[in-house]
């Protein structure tokens, strides 16, 4: 799971990228299963699986996918596989040969392999390519040179594929013109360490062109590093699932473990005049509903998970601007209320004038 002596222990960005998988797992399995008319299958594959657990018993990715599969295993959920593969030979006897395993193998179909990262991604592309099969993908890779543009638009580009990739933003920054590095989305410059994770996420986004898609990053500090998972999705709904599992990680923000605007300080240290990323996106929000650049609450909905905002956050600021007579009404922010119940609703801006 990570290049410190993974056998021993987690340390605590593993851990990080463990419940973000976990919690992610925990609510996404639900909506394919109770969605078997339009999916014949769940396929999860774990491309960099490891040993399946530490020498001190906590569990890895092998494990929280099984164990978040078992939950919601039962006669009327379609067929679900599970394929994990690693390049080295020991992590695959050591996951194969646990006792735990046989329990779900049982119920499930698993898959176990020892091979590298492009075999296991070539191998996937009947899942990836399907729109009958439900998809995710976790690439715990080492470094960065595995997320490469060609595997990443191959991603994006599949229909019914959500997927959450590790990627080590430090190493990219500190070698960024390395020979290794030349088929990896990068930025042109970076700026302040803090924002190292976004400015690679963004990079990976602009690679993408215009296409309507999904791109969210969680920035873990580790040490005087910041690294991160990168998330994509090209459903609403992924993107909804995924914000909600950060900012379970991150009530303060939902994007990290730590504060942007100073690292060495906890939530509760930090100054109430300090612009926040709730507050910073609020009057981004109440400038593009007053120049009329969003219309509608599907309009809002949309652009606050591109932003990574918590729905329910911005249901609130809503309440505001209708209370600081901006808008007439509220409206409604949610998923069910906008896709599953059609409830899209026009905004009604008040005559107040514009404060510039």
Not at 150 to 163: R, Y
Request: charged share 25%.
């Amino acid at each position: 799971m990570g290049k410190q002596n993974f056998f021993d222990d987690f340390s605590e960005a593993t851990q990080i990228k463990i419940d973000l998988l976990r919690n992610y797992l925990y609510e996404w399995l639900p909506v394919f299963i109770h969605s078997p008319q339009f999916f014949e299958e769940i396929h999860i594959y774990d491309t960099f699986c490891g040993p399946g657990k530490t020498k001190n018993g906590k569990l890895g990715s092998p494990f929280v996918i099984m164990e978040a599969v078992l939950n919601y295993t039962s006669e009327k959920t379609p067929p679900i596989k599970i394929f994990f593969s690693d390049a080295k030979k020991e992590h695959i006897e050591n996951l194969t040969s646990s006792k735990e395993l046989h329990k779900i193998k049982n119920k499930n179909e698993i898959v176990i392999s020892c091979k590298d990262f492009s075999t296991a991604f070539e191998d996937a592309q009947p899942s990836l390519r399907s729109k009958r099969i439900a998809t995710f993908m976790f690439i715990d890779q080492f470094g960065v040179i595995n997320l490469t543009k060609e595997i990443f638009l191959q991603l994006c580009n599949s229909p019914c594929t959500d997927w959450m990739a590790f990627c080590s933003s430090s190493t990219l920054r500190r070698f960024r013109e390395h020979e290794n590095f030349k088929d990896v989305p990068k930025p042109e410059n970076f700026g302040a360490l803090k924002d190292s994770h976004r400015e690679v996420t963004e990079a990976y986004r602009l690679a993408l062109g215009t296409k309507d898609y999904y791109l969210l990053p969680f920035s873990i500090k580790q040490g005087k590093n910041i690294n991160g998972i990168i998330f994509g999705s090209g459903h609403v709904l992924g993107a909804d699932k995924f914000i909600k599992v950060c900012w379970k990680e991150d009530t303060f923000a939902g994007q990290a473990n730590y504060h942007f605007d100073n690292m060495e300080a906890s939530n509760k240290q930090c100054s109430l005049l300090t612009p926040t990323k709730l507050t910073l996106y609020e009057e981004e929000l109440k400038s593009l509903i007053q120049y009329k650049t969003i219309k509608t609450n599907q309009d809002i909905y949309e652009h606050s998970l591109q932003a990574g905002i918590l729905p329910k956050k911005v249901s609130k600021m809503i309440k505001k601007f209708v209370t600081t007579g901006i808008l007439e009404k509220t409206v409604l922010i949610s998923y069910d209320a906008i896709y599953k119940k059609k409830n899209i609703t026009p905004l009604l801006l008040t005559k107040k004038k514009i404060q510039l």
